[in-house]
């Protein structure tokens, strides 16, 4: 059934004309994410975030700080700086779960961990709607025997109510990943393939990866597929963007639609539509004043007032 819905969705984004609008923007109140296409936004599956094989790891700190202004690394921390963001799910992914905390620590560029202090160690709080952000460097690497371990963030992830998974994530085309005891596992409880994720250098030569968190919890009402039969934003240019961002956008069905955009604490600061629209390719341009704050943002897809599909998006200065 899946199958033939997200083809029948493939087949209405190849098919039907595009029916361009340029719309104001009304505001309500304020790193680059990659150009997410249709068919990349569909890569979580409801896919039960697994544990690590290696657990919590020999070098966690208790009460870890909160995460101020989402820098986990400071601006003179040596290595690669990185973006990590995603969102948190329940089970079957129908709900995304606000004010969970996601505790995160790693090595620095050298592959050492701070074990007197709390430096490359925080926790930060989805927001709202459930999305969590954070800036850093990415780990460097260490002996583990005679083998290295791959570049890997720690996580704990407690959504309210609920127990912590403890578990780790890793990177795409990292070469210590097939001869590691933990990150090679591919099935069962520690199945570690959806914690490999791809990461995108943007424009300022940041590195950019998105993970979506599929964890036991209760929420807010929402999806992450439900848009493969109701609506897809299938692309928003340019990503960066500086004075305005094009929205393209597809409706399945005749429906109340909305687009709106959030920040990162969850604040809608841009509604781009809010009327009732027929199946059929849209287009909706965001241009907010020239003294609207630079950072991250989520752009948001609603049919009938609810959320089924979002992306991520950057205004740089």
């Known amino acids: 059934m899946k199958d033939i819905k ?8 190849k098919n039907t004309s595009l029916a361009a609008f340029t719309l104001g923007v009304t ?19 409801c896919d ?30 040596v ?4 973006i990590i963001s995603g969102r948190v799910y329940n089970l079957d992914c129908s709900e995304f779960i606000p004010n969970t905390v996601v505790d995160v620590w790693h090595a620095n560029d050298a592959g050492q961990y701070d074990n007197a202090g ?31 371990r791959p570049s890997h963030i720690h996580f704990k992830i407690t959504p309210p109510g609920f127990e912590t998974i403890t578990t780790q994530l890793y990177f795409e085309g990292d070469t210590s990943i097939a001869g590691d005891a933990a990150a090679s596992i591919t099935s069962g409880q520690f199945d570690a393939r959806h914690r490999i994720i791809p990461l995108t250098k943007n424009v300022d030569g940041k590195l950019e990866g998105t993970w979506d968190i599929v964890i ?7 999806t992450n597929d439900i848009h493969i039969d109701k609506g897809v934003i299938y692309k928003t240019s340019p990503n960066p963007f500086k004075e305005s961002l094009t929205i393209k956008y597809g409706v399945f069905k005749k429906a109340k639609v909305s687009v709106e955009v959030f920040d990162l ?11 009732e629209l027929s199946p059929e390719k849209y287009e909706a341009v965001w241009t907010p004043s020239a003294y609207f ?25």
């Open 118 to 148: 709390f430096n490359l160690r925080g926790k930060v709080k989805t927001n709202d709607q459930g999305f969590y952000l954070f800036e850093t460097i990415l780990p460097g690497k260490y002996l583990n025997g005679g083998e290295f």
């Open 6 to 13: 997200q083809n029948k969705r493939r087949q209405f984004l």
């Open 79 to 82: 290595g690669q700086r990185m």
């Open 216 to 222: 036991n919890g209760d929420g807010v009402t929402g």
């Open 27 to 45: 505001p309500i109140t304020g790193v680059a994410a990659t150009n997410e296409t249709a068919d990349d936004a569909n890569s979580l599956m």
């Open 293 to 317: 704050p630079n950072g991250h943002y989520f752009v948001a897809l609603k049919i009938n007032d609810l959320q089924v599909h979002y992306l991520k998006v950057t205004k740089e200065g």
């Open 265 to 275: 604490n969850g604040r809608v600061v841009a509604q781009l539509e809010d009327r």
């Open 48 to 77: 039960k975030t697994t544990l690590d094989f290696y657990g919590e790891g020999p070098f966690y700190t208790d009460n870890p700080p909160e995460i101020q202004a989402s820098q986990l690394a400071s601006n003179n921390e």
